[in-house]
């Protein structure tokens, strides 16, 4: 099972060492709760060593030249829009996506959206009221 395991996550060449290392300890939880139950003698994973990451190897963020944007604009045909609600509001890809028609206060001065919180994992949090624009015209 243990070299089963290496083998499948080695051909995973997508996959970041942190979320190989996730998926790693999420494996080992699930036999540790299979051998609480009695329905596995031993965790055949305990002795898989996580694979060691870089520290501060995350990718650099910055934002988009003047230049870049435009370019981007240009090339981007029917999802400019969402593109520019993206740059003015500072929402993420996954909060954009979610959002419905009916989250959107069009009706005020300054644009608001009530929404819930969507994390990276698909998670949800508290809803909450953010401004998405100061200028209307720039949408």
Avoid at 23 to 31: D, G, P, S, T
Avoid at 67 to 83: C, I, Q, T
């Amino acid at each position: 099972m243990t070299d089963l395991f290496k083998t499948w996550l080695r051909t995973q060449t997508e996959m970041s060492d942190k979320t190989s290392n996730d998926y790693l300890e999420a494996a080992r939880c699930l036999f540790n709760w299979l051998v609480r139950l009695g329905r596995a003698n031993v965790n055949p994973l305990l002795s898989v060593e996580k694979v060691k990451t870089k520290k501060g190897a995350a990718e650099e963020i910055r934002a988009l030249s003047d230049d870049e944007m435009v370019r981007l604009l240009a090339a981007a045909g029917e999802r400019k829009k969402v593109y520019l609600m993206a740059v003015h509001t500072g929402l993420r890809a996954s909060e954009l996506a979610a959002l419905k028609s009916a989250d959107l206060l069009l009706d005020a001065e300054v644009l608001f959206a009530t929404m819930g919180h969507v994390n990276e994992n698909g998670g949800s949090g508290g809803a909450r009221t953010r401004n998405l624009c100061r200028d209307r015209a720039a949408l």
